[in-house]
């Protein structure tokens, strides 16, 4: 059974950063492209950044050259560096494989103030 748990939400005023972890159990991580997707409030679940077994990146438009996706293979975990927030950023943010999902893991919030 794949696990998956995120972290390093939080609250931060407009103009701040985070950065988000994600820790994969139970499968082979390292072969697999992984995403990190959020969900605004009353929002569909919409992907935001990906990223490749082999490190290629793939980004919305809303988050290019804010977010930066990065992946450490040897310890199984998915990261995304998110810089100079916007109050549109906030909502759950969730680390999954890319389109073939997992089940979900209780994702992390983020807060974005104006």
């Known amino acids: 059974q794949v696990q998956l748990v995120e972290s390093g939400g939080g609250l931060v005023q407009a103009g701040g950063s985070l950065r988000l972890s994600c820790a994969a159990s139970?499968?082979?991580?390292?072969?697999?492209?992984m995403g990190w997707y959020r969900q605004a409030p009353g929002k569909q679940r919409e992907l935001v950044a990906r990223?490749?077994?082999?490190?290629?990146?793939t980004y919305a438009d809303s988050v290019k050259d804010r977010f930066t996706i990065s992946r450490d293979n040897a310890k199984n975990t998915v990261n995304l560096q998110m810089n100079i927030l916007k109050p549109e950023d906030t909502g759950v943010y969730y680390c999954?494989?890319?389109?073939?999902?997992?089940?979900w893991g209780q994702g992390t919030q983020v807060t974005v103030s104006s």
């Open positions: 139970g499968t082979i991580f390292s072969i697999n492209t």
């Open positions: 990223i490749t077994s082999g490190g290629s990146t």
């Open positions: 999954n494989r890319w389109r073939a999902y997992w089940p």
